[in-house]
C-alpha cells in the first residue's frame, strides 16, 4: 500500500438536464482496500461508480486513476482526457453490473477472452487459457461452451466477474451485483467477492447488502442526496452514525 | 375453351430467361448498394448530430412517400434535363437502391435500438472503442434481428424490379410483353413470367430462412421458449 490513492475524486459534480445528481463528490480508494457505497435510492451511489470509468461523463470535478488524469478542471474550463485514455483507464477498473451485461450472442469463454484478445492484444490461447483457470476458479470450469442464456442469474455473475478479472485489473467496481438474483444465489457472489477481497484486490462496491459490507469492507462511505455524508470503518458507520441522514437510514434498514 | 398452345413455352423461354437474368443483376446490385446505403443511413441518423441526421431524415421521408414508379421515371426521364443522363439499367439500380435503403435505414436502426444499452455498457467497461463495440457486439445481435425484416424487402425488392420495365430496361417483364406484341399470347407468357417471379422469390425466401437459421446460436434452435421469443421462424424447423 503506497501513500498515493490508486483512485481519487474531488469536488465531482454530474448533472443530467436540470437533474443534479453529484454535488461535489470527493473519494479515495487506496490499493488493496475494499470500499463500499451505501445509501438510499437516487441519492447518486451507481452514477458515482459509472463516472468513475466513465460510462457516463461527468459535468464538472477531478478524477485521477493510477497517476492519470481522466478529467480536471484548469479555471472554469472542464478538461476530459482523451478517448483513448479513458479506454485504457477502464479496461483496468472493469465494472460488474447488477443485470450482468454478458454478450449474449458470445458463449461464456468468448466473453471472457474478448478484452484480453481485443483490448489487451494478448494471444488468443494464453487468454483462453487464462479464461479457463478462471471460470474454474469461480466454479463454472464445465460451462465455458454454454451461451448467458443457459446460465442462472448467479452463474451469469460469476462469469461476469470473470470476465473483469481476465482484464487484471487494477480495481474493479462493483454496480449492486446482488440485486438482480434469487436470494439464495446471492450468498455465492458474495463468497466470490469476498474471495477477491482476500486476494488483496482492489474493490470499490455498490451494495444493499449491509451484513456483508460491515464483513467485507475496510471502508464505507455513506451517499445521500448527491454528496458523501459520512465515511469509515463498517463498525463506526453502523454502530455509531454521527449524522442523523446516516442513522436514519441504518434504522430504515434494520427495521 | 382456351386452347393453350404450349409450343410456345420452348420456343420462347430462353428469351424470358435472359430477362430474368437482368432482374436478378438488377436486384443483387440493388441490394448491395441498398444494404450499404441502409446501414450507413441508420448510422448517420444515430450518431445524435442534428446536421447529419436531418438531410438523412428527408432522404428516408421523401423516397419512402413517393412511389417507386414515380421516382424511376424522375431518374430516367427528368434527370437528363438537368445534364445527368442514366442508361435505363443504371437508373433502375439507383432508383431501387435509394428505395431500398430508405426502408433498410430504418430496420436498421431499429434493430440496433432494440439491443441492450448495458451490452454497450459492459464493451465499454472493459475498454472496447466504439468500433469495437459495434463491430463485435451490437452489428451481430442486431444483425440477426433484423435479418427476417431485411429478407422480406429483398423478395419485395425482386418483384418491384419489374417496375422497371416502364424505362425500358429488357428485364423479365418487359421480355414478356416483347414476346406478347409479337404473338399475341398473353395467357401463356404472362403464366411463364409469373412462374420464374415465384421461382425466384421462393428461392430468396428459403435462402434467407437458412441464413437466419445459421445465425442462430444452436442452443436458441432447440429451446423452444426462448427460441419462440427471439426467432419465431425458426421455432417451426424441425
Same mark, same amino acid.
Request: proline share 5%; glycine share 8%; charged share 20%.
Given at each position: 500500500m503506497t501513500d498515493e490513492p490508486l483512485l481519487s475524486v474531488r469536488a465531482l459534480h454530474k448533472s443530467f438536464g436540470a437533474l443534479h445528481v453529484l454535488k461535489g463528490v470527493d473519494l479515495s480508494v487506496r490499493s488493496g482496500e475494499v470500499s463500499f457505497l451505501i445509501g438510499?435510492? &437516487?441519492?447518486?451511489k451507481s452514477t458515482l461508480i459509472r463516472c468513475i470509468n466513465f460510462l457516463e461523463t461527468p459535468s464538472r470535478g477531478e478524477i485521477t486513476f493510477d497517476g492519470r488524469s481522466l478529467c480536471h478542471e484548469d479555471g472554469a474550463v472542464f478538461h476530459v482526457a482523451p478517448e483513448r485514455v479513458l479506454r485504457e483507464a477502464r479496461s483496468e477498473m472493469p465494472m460488474v453490473f447488477q443485470h450482468f %451485461?454478458?454478450?449474449?450472442? @458470445?458463449?461464456v469463454l468468448e466473453n471472457i477472452i474478448e478484452g484480453p484478445v481485443l483490448?489487451? @492484444? @494478448? @494471444?488468443r490461447d494464453e487468454a483462453i487459457a487464462d479464461a479457463e483457470r478462471l471460470l474454474r476458479e469461480v466454479g463454472? &470450469? $464445465?460451462?465455458? $461452451?454454454?451461451? *448467458?442464456?443457459?446460465?442462472s442469474g448467479g452463474q451469469k455473475q460469476r462469469v461476469a466477474i470473470a470476465r473483469a478479472l481476465a482484464m487484471r485489473p487494477k480495481l474493479i467496481l462493483f $454496480?449492486?451485483?446482488?440485486?438482480?438474483?434469487d436470494p439464495e444465489l446471492v450468498a455465492g457472489i458474495l463468497d466470490t467477492i469476498r474471495g477477491l477481497a482476500d486476494l488483496g484486490m482492489t474493490l470499490v462496491v455498490v451494495s444493499h447488502e449491509m451484513s456483508f459490507a460491515r464483513k467485507l469492507a475496510d471502508v464505507v462511505h455513506f451517499i445521500a442526496d448527491g454528496t458523501i455524508v459520512e465515511s469509515g470503518p463498517p463498525d463506526r458507520i453502523f454502530d %455509531? *452514525?454521527?449524522?442523523p441522514r446516516l442513522s436514519g437510514f441504518i434504522r430504515s434498514i434494520l427495521h | 375453351m382456351y386452347e393453350f398452345f404450349f409450343v410456345l413455352i420452348p420456343r420462347h423461354f430462353p428469351f424470358l430467361l435472359e430477362g430474368a437474368l437482368v432482374t436478378l443483376e438488377l436486384s443483387f446490385l440493388s441490394m448491395g448498394f441498398g444494404l450499404v446505403l441502409g446501414l450507413a443511413t441508420a448510422l448517420g441518423r444515430l450518431s445524435g448530430k442534428p446536421w447529419l441526421d436531418w438531410p438523412l431524415k428527408s432522404y428516408v421521408e421523401i423516397w419512402r412517400d413517393v412511389p417507386l414508379i414515380v421516382q424511376l421515371m424522375v431518374i430516367y426521364f427528368t434527370l437528363p434535363t438537368i445534364g445527368i443522363t442514366l442508361s435505363g439499367f443504371w437508373a433502375g439500380v439507383l432508383g431501387l437502391s435509394l428505395n431500398l435503403g430508405a426502408y433498410l435505414s430504418e430496420v436498421f436502426r431499429a434493430a440496433i435500438m432494440s439491443i441492450d444499452p448495458g451490452q454497450r455498457a459492459a464493451g465499454m467497461s472493459i475498454g472496447m472503442s466504439k468500433v469495437m463495440i459495434y463491430r463485435r457486439i451490437i452489428f451481430p445481435q442486431a444483425f440477426r434481428i433484423a435479418i427476417p425484416t431485411i429478407g422480406g424487402y429483398f423478395i419485395a425488392l425482386l418483384k418491384d424490379s419489374s417496375l422497371v420495365s416502364f424505362i425500358s430496361v429488357n428485364e423479365l417483364l418487359r421480355n414478356g410483353n416483347i414476346i406478347i406484341s409479337n404473338t399475341f399470347r398473353n395467357m401463356e407468357v404472362y403464366m411463364m413470367v409469373a412462374i420464374i417471379y415465384f421461382v425466384l422469390s421462393f428461392t430468396a425466401s428459403r435462402l434467407i430462412r437458412y441464413l437466419e437459421h445459421s445465425l442462430t446460436p444452436r442452443y436458441l434452435r432447440r429451446q423452444g421458449r426462448a427460441a419462440k421469443a427471439l426467432a419465431p421462424e425458426v421455432a417451426v424447423l424441425p
Amino acid at each position: 500500500m503506497t501513500d498515493e490513492p490508486l483512485l481519487s475524486v474531488r469536488a465531482l459534480h454530474k448533472s443530467f438536464g436540470a437533474l443534479h445528481v453529484l454535488k461535489g463528490v470527493d473519494l479515495s480508494v487506496r490499493s488493496g482496500e475494499v470500499s463500499f457505497l451505501i445509501g438510499p435510492s &437516487g441519492g447518486g451511489k451507481s452514477t458515482l461508480i459509472r463516472c468513475i470509468n466513465f460510462l457516463e461523463t461527468p459535468s464538472r470535478g477531478e478524477i485521477t486513476f493510477d497517476g492519470r488524469s481522466l478529467c480536471h478542471e484548469d479555471g472554469a474550463v472542464f478538461h476530459v482526457a482523451p478517448e483513448r485514455v479513458l479506454r485504457e483507464a477502464r479496461s483496468e477498473m472493469p465494472m460488474v453490473f447488477q443485470h450482468f %451485461n454478458l454478450f449474449t450472442h @458470445r458463449t461464456v469463454l468468448e466473453n471472457i477472452i474478448e478484452g484480453p484478445v481485443l483490448v489487451k @492484444r @494478448r @494471444r488468443r490461447d494464453e487468454a483462453i487459457a487464462d479464461a479457463e483457470r478462471l471460470l474454474r476458479e469461480v466454479g463454472l &470450469g $464445465d460451462k465455458a $461452451d454454454f451461451y *448467458p442464456e443457459q446460465l442462472s442469474g448467479g452463474q451469469k455473475q460469476r462469469v461476469a466477474i470473470a470476465r473483469a478479472l481476465a482484464m487484471r485489473p487494477k480495481l474493479i467496481l462493483f $454496480d449492486e451485483p446482488t440485486s438482480a438474483l434469487d436470494p439464495e444465489l446471492v450468498a455465492g457472489i458474495l463468497d466470490t467477492i469476498r474471495g477477491l477481497a482476500d486476494l488483496g484486490m482492489t474493490l470499490v462496491v455498490v451494495s444493499h447488502e449491509m451484513s456483508f459490507a460491515r464483513k467485507l469492507a475496510d471502508v464505507v462511505h455513506f451517499i445521500a442526496d448527491g454528496t458523501i455524508v459520512e465515511s469509515g470503518p463498517p463498525d463506526r458507520i453502523f454502530d %455509531n *452514525p454521527e449524522s442523523p441522514r446516516l442513522s436514519g437510514f441504518i434504522r430504515s434498514i434494520l427495521h | 375453351m382456351y386452347e393453350f398452345f404450349f409450343v410456345l413455352i420452348p420456343r420462347h423461354f430462353p428469351f424470358l430467361l435472359e430477362g430474368a437474368l437482368v432482374t436478378l443483376e438488377l436486384s443483387f446490385l440493388s441490394m448491395g448498394f441498398g444494404l450499404v446505403l441502409g446501414l450507413a443511413t441508420a448510422l448517420g441518423r444515430l450518431s445524435g448530430k442534428p446536421w447529419l441526421d436531418w438531410p438523412l431524415k428527408s432522404y428516408v421521408e421523401i423516397w419512402r412517400d413517393v412511389p417507386l414508379i414515380v421516382q424511376l421515371m424522375v431518374i430516367y426521364f427528368t434527370l437528363p434535363t438537368i445534364g445527368i443522363t442514366l442508361s435505363g439499367f443504371w437508373a433502375g439500380v439507383l432508383g431501387l437502391s435509394l428505395n431500398l435503403g430508405a426502408y433498410l435505414s430504418e430496420v436498421f436502426r431499429a434493430a440496433i435500438m432494440s439491443i441492450d444499452p448495458g451490452q454497450r455498457a459492459a464493451g465499454m467497461s472493459i475498454g472496447m472503442s466504439k468500433v469495437m463495440i459495434y463491430r463485435r457486439i451490437i452489428f451481430p445481435q442486431a444483425f440477426r434481428i433484423a435479418i427476417p425484416t431485411i429478407g422480406g424487402y429483398f423478395i419485395a425488392l425482386l418483384k418491384d424490379s419489374s417496375l422497371v420495365s416502364f424505362i425500358s430496361v429488357n428485364e423479365l417483364l418487359r421480355n414478356g410483353n416483347i414476346i406478347i406484341s409479337n404473338t399475341f399470347r398473353n395467357m401463356e407468357v404472362y403464366m411463364m413470367v409469373a412462374i420464374i417471379y415465384f421461382v425466384l422469390s421462393f428461392t430468396a425466401s428459403r435462402l434467407i430462412r437458412y441464413l437466419e437459421h445459421s445465425l442462430t446460436p444452436r442452443y436458441l434452435r432447440r429451446q423452444g421458449r426462448a427460441a419462440k421469443a427471439l426467432a419465431p421462424e425458426v421455432a417451426v424447423l424441425p
